[in-house]
């Protein structure tokens, strides 16, 4: 099987003041299916905040521009709250929780590798979160 690897845009999934988010995703990029991963991109603007959002799959951060804060609460742990920077990345296991901030002018820019699980015979595979 060829797959096509030219690069490809993000579509955006969500727009508004605080920021916006794009995802690259395995059910229209077959080079993504075939590894079974996503990925997706976070920027906030100054003040921008992603509400807590529950992930059903492992993913690694990576902090492309900008700083803030981001908050990750693991099953049965206390949240942890940490400054983040350009250039920091953030391993995230399944089931975590997470949100992020910018506190700063500069536009925080956030991608993710998210690795999908692999679905039951009763599920449908999601595109991730």
Known sequence: MELDLTPKLAKKLYGGDGGAYYAWCPNELPMLREGNIGAAKLVLEKNGFA???????????YVLQGSGVAG???PEKEEKVLPIKKGD?????????TWWYNKDDIELVVSSLVIRRKPTSLVLSPTFS
């Not at 509400?51 to 951060?61: F, I, N, T, W």
């Not at 990345?89 to 929780?97: C, Q, T």
């Open 51 to 61: 509400l807590p959002r529950y992930s059903d799959s492992a993913k690694v951060a």
């Open 72 to 74: 990750i609460v693991l």
């Open 89 to 97: 990345a953030i391993a995230l296991p399944f089931g975590v929780v």
